[in-house]
């Protein structure tokens, strides 16, 4: 359902076509008289729902209920009652599912009543893509270092018929100075969309409105002003999940590392004793080389027990046993 480019063209019009499609199919002659009263209508576009609302001019007539009726101008169709609107306390109605053309001129009528008498009864005529008007979508602001987080709320599930032809805008403010953005939004405009306004300066303060662009500026209205103070040390969340996740990669790394050791152990491939043996440290005392002490060592356990040979078990000089060593530093 996209709205017209040159609607605003149209609208002195309006009152023109309206007058001709009556005469042609009839049907201002069963519209009620509503001399007696006058209300404000409007029809905005309100989380991509469309919203009829209407009040009563004449403060000192209460009503406690209404009850609201529609019919298409082009169609020579009776007056047809909104179902989820008729006998309403509301002052609007939700006309989503049953106004579904840009297209269309749309006869309303809103009746009035106290208990069982109807105390007035109001008309309008209404063309979607020109007397349509948009209310800007819920967001929030979410400030950092040297940028924010705009989170624009749209509803999960959006009809195609109400996926009108509009712009999002996004406007930042700072001492004076306005910037819009406008995002490139690819597909419909359903679930939460997050935009960032980055290249910020530290210690400013940003103001952030949104709202829908429309060729009709009458049309568009803007939120109000959102604003943060943008401080030092103020990290995003995605630096702050690169922080936790590096620590977790450490711990993890380190983990591995220990259970492999400890499994290697346990099956016998790495040999590990407490302390030096008590050879080695006498001959490190005395300025031995450790490597000539272990060759000498292997060579005389290898010639002295042959079954060694096969041993697959890794020692690290902890584990080296050197009571076999001559200790003659000419060996």
Known sequence: MLLSQNAFIVRPLNLFLMVCINLVFGISHDLPDDTSASCTFKISLRNFRSILSWE?????????????????????????????????????????????????AYVTIVKGFSGNTTLFSCSHNFWLDIDMSFEPPEFEIVGFTNHINVIVKFPSIVKEESQFDLSLVIEEQSEGIVKKHKPAIKGNMSGNFTYIIDKLIPNANYCVSVYFEHNDEQAVIKSPLKCTLLQPGQESESAESAKVGGIITVFLMALALISTIVTLKWIGYICLRNSLPKVLRQGLAKGWSAVAIHRRDHNVLQSETPELKQSFCLSFPSSWNYKRASLSPSD
């Open 56 to 104: 009563l001019k004449n403060h000192s007539i209460v009503a406690t209920h209404y009850t609201l009726l529609y019919t298409i101008m082009s169609k020579p169709e009776d007056l047809k009652m909104v179902k989820n609107c008729a006998n309403t306390t509301r002052s609007f109605c939700d006309l989503t599912d049953e106004w579904r053309s840009t297209h269309e």
